[in-house]
Every structure is written in C-alpha cells, then in structure tokens.
C-alpha cells in the first residue's frame, strides 16, 4: 500500500514539469489528493489538492495560476503540471490521501502519504 511520487528533476527557471503520484494497494478514487512541498528549512506548504472525482481544486497563493492538478483515476495517478518554474519553487515535493484537504499537509494526519521527489528550479 503506497503512493509512489515521481517527475522531479533539475530545470531552469521559467521551465515546465509535471509531477505525477501514483496509488497501488488501496482505493485511489476514495480520496482526496494533495501535494505538498517543503524547500530546506522551511515548513511545508500544502500547494494543491484535488477532490475524488477531479471536479474541484484548491491552490495556495504561492502557485496559483502556474500550477495545475489533475487526477486521473482509472490510472490510479495525480498529477501536478507546473509552468514558469521559480527558484522558490525548489522543494521536495510529497503527494499524500485524506478525505479533506485541510490535513493533506501533515503525514502523521492522513492514511497516504507517498516519498518525495526533488525539483530544483536552478540556472
């Protein structure tokens, strides 16, 4: 039972990457999405989350308009497309399942919670 994050990489600033996090071992459309990042010394920030059936999203402030989450469950498999990558972008990014959003954020809250994987936003 896991959530596996992968797509992460190093790329320039103002570059494009998409994230994807996959589910296996457990019902991936009964719950909500989210990802989450925390850059070095920082607190993590929930940056999405997407409903069970993809009909809504949240974003934080921070992305917002960059950054686009898409779920598609007969993959088993979120997605994060980010464009106009910043170097504060630079982050372990996490994916993780609850029933809401407001406890994606904290791994010791939700039932899934997937490794990171690292995007570095650098020239």
């Known amino acids: 039972v896991q959530l596996q994050a992968s797509g992460g990489g190093l790329v320039q600033p103002g570059s494009s990457l998409t994230l994807s996090c996959t589910g296996s071992g457990f019902t991936f459309d009964y719950y909500v999405i989210g990802w989450i990042r925390q850059a070095p010394g920082k607190e993590r920030e929930l940056v999405s989350c997407i409903t069970k059936n993809g009909d809504k999203s949240e974003y934080a402030d921070s992305i917002k308009g960059r950054f686009t989450i898409s779920r598609d469950n007969a993959k088993e498999t979120a997605y994060l497309q980010m464009s106009d990558l910043r170097p504060e972008d630079t982050a372990t990014y996490y994916c993780?399942?609850?029933?809401?959003?407001?406890?994606?954020?904290?791994?010791?809250?939700?039932?899934?919670w997937g490794q990171g994987t690292l995007v570095t936003v650098s020239s």
């Open positions: 993780s399942a609850d029933w809401a959003c407001s406890s994606l954020w904290n791994p010791q809250l939700v039932p899934y």
